[in-house]
Nanobody, 115 residues
Framework: QVQLVESGGGLVQTGGSLRLSCAASTSIFTINAMDWYRRAPGKQRELVAAITSGGSTNYADSVKGRFTISKDNAKNTVYLQMNSLKREDTAVYYC?????????WGRGTQVTVSS
């Protein structure tokens, strides 16, 4: 069983920044890909950013140029740097990881952007 623990969420003003972290309980080298999703109130879950074991990244159009996904192999941790935050970025952010074809999910961290 792989555990993922998100942290770094909080309350921030429009235009501000936050960095989310997702720490995995297994070696990151066993993980094929890690993604960040979010779910805003009343909306469907949305893929925000993804990173593969080789370091390739992909972003939702709504966050391109503002969010950056990265990983620290030594810490088994993936990050989501969020800049120029907008009110519509308010959501619970979830980390998920593909380990041997099985996807594991964290419990999420709340991000609230206020004007």
């Amino acid at each position: 069983q792989v555990q993922l623990v998100e942290s770094g969420g909080g309350l921030v003003q429009t235009g501000g920044s936050l960095r989310l972290s997702c720490a995995a309980s297994t070696s990151i080298f066993t993980i094929n890909a890690m993604d960040w999703y979010r779910r805003a109130p009343g909306k469907q879950r949305e893929l925000v950013a993804a990173i593969t074991s080789g370091g390739s990244t992909n972003y939702a159009d709504s966050v391109k140029g503002r969010f950056t996904i990265s990983k620290d192999n030594a810490k088994n941790t993936v990050y989501l740097q969020m800049n120029s935050l907008k009110r519509e970025d308010t959501a619970v952010y979830y980390c998920t990881a593909d380990v041997g074809g099985t996807w594991y999910w964290g419990r999420g961290t709340q991000v609230t952007v206020s004007s």
